[in-house]
Protein backbone atom coordinates (compact mmCIF):
# COMPACT_ATOMS: atom_id res chain seq x y z
CA UNK A 1 0.00 0.00 0.00
CA UNK A 2 2.18 3.22 1.14
CA UNK A 3 3.96 5.44 -0.56
CA UNK A 4 2.32 7.88 -2.76
CA UNK A 5 -0.62 6.31 -4.17
CA UNK A 6 -3.38 9.21 -4.91
CA UNK A 7 -1.29 11.76 -3.77
CA UNK A 8 -1.09 15.18 -5.47
CA UNK A 9 1.61 17.63 -4.18
CA UNK A 10 0.38 21.12 -4.00
CA UNK A 11 2.94 23.64 -5.83
CA UNK A 12 2.06 25.70 -2.77
CA UNK A 13 3.69 24.02 -0.32
CA UNK A 14 7.35 24.84 -2.26
CA UNK A 15 6.32 28.68 -1.86
CA UNK A 16 4.74 28.89 1.35
CA UNK A 17 7.30 25.92 3.62
CA UNK A 18 10.73 25.79 4.21
CA UNK A 19 13.01 23.17 2.57
CA UNK A 20 13.03 21.72 6.32
CA UNK A 21 9.25 21.94 6.93
CA UNK A 22 8.81 20.22 3.22
CA UNK A 23 11.05 17.48 4.06
CA UNK A 24 9.76 16.83 8.09
CA UNK A 25 6.17 16.99 6.13
CA UNK A 26 7.50 14.12 3.45
CA UNK A 27 9.42 12.29 6.42
CA UNK A 28 6.66 12.14 8.62
CA UNK A 29 3.84 10.63 5.94
CA UNK A 30 6.34 8.59 4.65
CA UNK A 31 6.77 7.01 8.31
CA UNK A 32 3.33 7.01 9.40
CA UNK A 33 2.41 5.04 6.31
CA UNK A 34 4.96 2.40 7.19
CA UNK A 35 3.71 1.98 10.40
CA UNK A 36 0.20 1.57 8.99
CA UNK A 37 1.49 -0.97 6.33
CA UNK A 38 3.25 -2.45 9.70
CA UNK A 39 0.31 -2.87 11.27
CA UNK A 40 -1.59 -4.44 8.83
CA UNK A 41 0.82 -6.96 8.59
CA UNK A 42 1.00 -7.67 12.21
CA UNK A 43 -3.51 -7.65 12.22
CA UNK A 44 -3.35 -10.06 9.19
CA UNK A 45 -0.81 -12.44 10.59
CA UNK A 46 -2.80 -12.49 13.91
CA UNK A 47 -6.02 -13.15 12.70
CA UNK A 48 -5.36 -16.68 11.80
CA UNK A 49 -3.88 -17.43 15.26
CA UNK A 50 -6.85 -16.82 16.94
CA UNK A 51 -8.97 -19.23 15.48
CA UNK A 52 -6.10 -21.35 15.49
CA UNK A 53 -6.10 -20.89 19.68
CA UNK A 54 -9.55 -21.11 20.06
CA UNK A 55 -9.56 -24.09 21.83
CA UNK A 56 -10.34 -24.95 25.83
CA UNK A 57 -7.56 -25.22 27.83
CA UNK A 58 -7.00 -22.87 30.45
CA UNK A 59 -3.89 -21.87 29.39
CA UNK A 60 -4.35 -22.13 25.10
CA UNK A 61 -7.22 -19.84 26.33
CA UNK A 62 -5.21 -16.93 27.66
CA UNK A 63 -2.85 -17.24 24.65
CA UNK A 64 -6.44 -16.55 22.55
CA UNK A 65 -7.32 -14.20 24.51
CA UNK A 66 -4.02 -12.37 24.42
CA UNK A 67 -3.56 -12.57 20.55
CA UNK A 68 -7.37 -11.77 20.21
CA UNK A 69 -6.42 -8.62 22.10
CA UNK A 70 -3.22 -7.89 20.27
CA UNK A 71 -5.24 -7.84 16.79
CA UNK A 72 -7.76 -5.51 18.59
CA UNK A 73 -4.46 -3.14 19.37
CA UNK A 74 -3.02 -3.17 16.09
CA UNK A 75 -6.69 -2.14 14.68
CA UNK A 76 -6.44 0.70 16.98
CA UNK A 77 -3.12 1.71 16.51
CA UNK A 78 -3.57 1.41 12.73
CA UNK A 79 -7.04 3.08 13.05
CA UNK A 80 -5.13 6.04 15.27
CA UNK A 81 -2.26 6.48 12.50
CA UNK A 82 -4.92 6.95 10.01
CA UNK A 83 -6.09 10.11 11.61
CA UNK A 84 -2.62 11.26 11.73
CA UNK A 85 -1.76 10.65 8.22
CA UNK A 86 -5.57 12.78 7.16
CA UNK A 87 -4.17 15.45 9.73
CA UNK A 88 -0.82 15.14 7.76
CA UNK A 89 -2.72 15.69 4.16
CA UNK A 90 -4.68 18.33 5.37
CA UNK A 91 -1.50 20.32 6.67
CA UNK A 92 -0.31 20.25 2.81
Known sequence: M????????STEIANDWAPE????W??????VNEAIEA????GVAL????????WQAKG???LHETIAS????????ESALRVRLWELEAAR
Not at 2 to 9: A, D, E, I, P
Request: aromatic content about 8%; proline content about 2%; overall charge negative.
Open 70 to 77: LTAECASA
Open 21 to 24: QIWG
Open 39 to 42: LEDA
Open 47 to 54: VPLVADTD
Open 60 to 62: VRK
Open 26 to 31: HAARRF
Open 2 to 9: GGNLGVMY
